[in-house]
């Protein structure tokens, strides 16, 4: 896993790798952090990568955390959160050979539980480059990827229930007939005595 990644960081920095992360799929976001699955046509292997606020010389695995520089690394510098600076440290062959400082062991596990991460690099031609980065949600991203960064499922939408009927009150029937109200009227009984002698009959 080193290896490959070693090899897409050099990669990255001469501009190829950088288009086929962009082809990877977005299968999540954590904080700052953006994971793209991609899937090796040939082999059907899944790779999982971090990539810091849409920035592709700046990518997490979940076996190291990885920063592209350019000029040359010849140390290196890191501060996690507020403690002190680590002991500069020299830039190891393979951090040299794909120009990426490499965050693994010890230090991908103080970066994992840190909030923030300052860098100073040494560099051959550039002289000294500063990073800080915000590590908002790596906790998060890396158990992502550690469980093989699965595709989301849709979430199903909840049925649609009919909507329910008005309760409606039962069409009143008059106690009387037609018949025997027209007879009521033609006898001059008045209105109220025949809403009483009908609502008498209906009981």
């Known amino acids: 896993m080193k290896k490959i990644l070693a090899i897409a960081l050099c990669a990255t920095a001469l501009g190829t790798a950088q288009a086929s992360l962009k082809e990877a799929a977005k299968v999540g976001t954590f904080g700052n952090w953006t994971i793209l699955r991609d899937v090796d ?17 700046k990518q997490l695995s979940d076996e190291g955390l990885y920063i592209s520089v350019k000029g040359g690394i010849s140390s290196v510098t890191l501060r996690f959160d507020d403690l002190p600076p ?5 830039a190891g062959k393979i951090e040299k050979d794909v120009r990426a400082v490499m965050l693994e062991g010890a230090e991908y ?6 909030s ?19 590590l908002a949600g790596i906790k998060d991203a890396v ?19 009919p909507a329910a009927s008005p309760n409606l009150a039962p069409q009143e ?8 109200l027209s007879r009521m009227k033609a006898a001059k009984v008045t209105p109220a005595q025949i809403q009483k002698i009908c609502a008498s009959t209906g009981t």
Do not use: H, W
């Not at 046509?41 to 010389?57: E, L, N, P, W």
């Not at 158990?143 to 229930?161: D, F, L, R, S, Y």
């Open 143 to 161: 158990a992502n990827m550690k469980a093989g960064c699965p595709i989301p499922q849709p979430v199903a939408a909840p049925p649609i229930e």
């Open 173 to 180: 029937q008059p106690a009387c007939s037609p018949d025997l």
């Open 86 to 90: 680590r002991p500069m440290r020299l």
């Open 116 to 134: 923030r991460l300052r860098v100073q690099v040494l560099t051959l031609i550039s002289g000294v480059q500063n990073f800080e980065l915000d």
């Open 109 to 114: 596990d103080l970066a994992i539980s840190s």
């Open 41 to 57: 046509k040939m082999t059907d292997k899944v790779t999982c990568t971090g990539i810091y606020q849409q920035d592709y010389a």
